[in-house]
């Protein structure tokens, strides 16, 4: 039988486990539950059981399998194969080559789940394997990953790529990470329902609060089809997120240069609403000759980026491919 890579995204609901071919055809892939009692201590070993009986039931043999790559969300010294700290799923100071590496008997490659999905995408999906891309994922948070002349970028240890916390509003609201005013507080899903949450307390007889108040709740999935239904008040909230992020994107690409910027994550299903505002607001700001060769684009391989990336990153280390 031909080699295969194993990829691994652990997210702090589920684990997404594929086996794919050295072209990335995905030949299988399954899910399980992120088991995070205990600090997430069954993690590893509920992961290698799946992957052992998926083995087994697949007739892949452990001498068919080149690696297994795995993204974890949180700070990753993907050098050293260490989660220095996961917050959603209980991790810190996990060993995690070492140990999924003795539990398999099979080389182990680690990463940022951000760094991974953006491996994915830049592989098979919206990257198109360019050289130099900036991808970032927009969802209860912001991550991002950063590829550079065809290789992933992960800084002294492992913290490069981190866009979430780039601090974009002095004094801005608290950020998870400790800081205030990180780009997180504003551009994720949580902080578009911050910002309409602040919008409602303001205008309490707007058709945004009466929404509110007869549903009980608002996502930012609401704000967005209500701005693309005319609100004002949603409107301005998107159009504002997207200046932000706009703005962050463009200093970013200044120091990088990239060809691509690809957008991921639950909130980038917003579509062209969101697309449009964002290339707008990069356009503004951008140093022109860094605009003239960079294209903004939707992810297109949604959950099984992680994976698909966590499978080249074997191929990266293992195999020493690059883009």
């Not at 299903?269 to 697309?275: M, V």
Request: one cysteine or more; hydrophobic letters at 40%.
């Amino acid at each position: 039988m031909s080699e295969s890579i194993i990829g691994v995204d652990v997210g702090g609901t589920t684990i997404k486990i594929g086996f794919l071919s050295e072209n990335g055809d995905i030949l299988a892939k399954c899910e399980i539950p992120t088991n995070k009692t205990n600090n997430g201590s069954a993690i590893l070993t509920d992961m290698w059981k799946t992957i052992s009986d998926e083995m087994y039931h697949l007739d892949i043999k452990k001498d068919d399998i080149i690696g297994i790559g795995v993204g974890v969300p949180g700070f990753v010294n993907s050098e050293k194969g260490i989660v220095d700290e996961a917050v959603n799923i209980g991790w810190k100071n996990v060993k995690i080559r070492d140990e999924l590496r003795s539990l398999s008997d099979l080389p182990v490659c680690v990463a940022n789940d951000a760094n991974t999905a953006v491996l994915g995408e830049n592989w098979l999906g919206a990257g198109n394997q360019a050289k130099n891309v900036l991808a970032i994922t927009l969802g209860t948070g912001v991550g991002g990953g950063i590829i550079v002349n065809g290789e992933l970028v992960n800084g002294e240890n492992g913290t490069a790529g981190e866009i979430g916390h780039s601090t974009v509003k002095i004094n801005g609201l608290p950020c998870n990470c400790g800081k205030k005013g990180c780009l997180e507080t504003i551009a994720s899903a949580t902080g578009i329902v911050k910002q309409a949450e602040v919008a409602i307390n303001n205008n309490p007889s707007s058709e945004l609060a009466t929404y509110y108040n007869e549903h009980g709740d608002i996502s930012a999935k609401d704000v967005f089809d209500m701005a693309k239904n005319g609100n004002k008040l949603c409107k301005e909230i998107i159009h504002y997120t997207m200046d932000i992020l706009g703005f962050s994107l463009a200093n970013i690409a200044t120091v990088l240069n990239p060809s691509k910027i690809l957008i991921g994550g639950g909130v980038s299903k917003a579509g062209d609403i969101l697309i449009e505002g964002l290339k707008d607001s990069f356009q503004n700001y951008a140093l022109p000759r860094t605009n003239d060769v960079c294209t903004i684009k939707l992810a297109e391989l949604g959950n099984d980026a992680g994976m698909t990336g966590a499978a080249f990153l074997v191929k990266q280390q293992i195999r020493h491919v690059v883009f």
